[in-house]
């Protein structure tokens, strides 16, 4: 099942621009692991200070390769320094709710214009 990964940074003043180019570098790499499937970087209207992104994996087990790569554990290093606060990950999984497809059909009402 797909999953969400969460990362909360917030960067020192002055260092934004140094943080977006080294994130857009990292997705470019990330692209390629396994179980990749997208990912997007947003910044806070409140405090712009503050950088969430957002990446999709097919399942937590490809996250936990990728985050365990050399790669990824030097990008943190060199990122750790321009960052205020320590990096925050979560993640997350999707919540489904079982439906019984014929009872929820049995109870929708049907009509057809003029009848």
Same mark, same amino acid.
């Given at each position: 099942?797909?999953?969400?990964?969460?990362?909360?940074?917030?960067?020192?003043?002055? /260092?934004?621009? #140094?943080?977006?180019?080294?994130?857009? +570098?990292? &997705?470019?790499?990330?692209?390629?692991? @396994?179980?990749?499937?997208?990912?997007?970087?947003?910044?806070?209207?409140?405090?712009?200070?503050?950088?969430?992104?957002?990446?999709?994996? /097919?399942?937590? #087990?490809?996250?936990?390769?990728?985050? +365990?790569? &050399?790669?990824?554990?030097?990008?943190? @290093?060199?990122?750790?320094?321009?960052?205020?606060?320590?990096?925050?990950?979560?993640?997350?999984?999707?919540?489904?709710?079982?439906?019984?497809?014929?009872?929820?059909?049995?109870?929708?009402?049907?009509?057809?214009?003029?009848?």
């Amino acid at each position: 099942m797909a999953v969400k990964i969460l990362i909360y940074r917030k960067v020192r003043p002055g /260092k934004e621009k #140094e943080l977006s180019e080294a994130v857009r +570098n990292l &997705r470019s790499k990330a692209i390629h692991a @396994e179980g990749y499937i997208s990912g997007e970087t947003l910044r806070s209207i409140e405090d712009p200070s503050l950088h969430l992104v957002i990446s999709t994996w /097919k399942r937590i #087990e490809d996250w936990n390769n990728w985050f +365990n790569t &050399r790669e990824r554990k030097a990008f943190q @290093e060199k990122i750790d320094v321009i960052l205020e606060e320590p990096t925050k990950i979560a993640p997350y999984e999707y919540e489904f709710l079982a439906v019984n497809v014929d009872e929820a059909l049995s109870s929708l009402e049907f009509s057809v214009d003029g009848e």
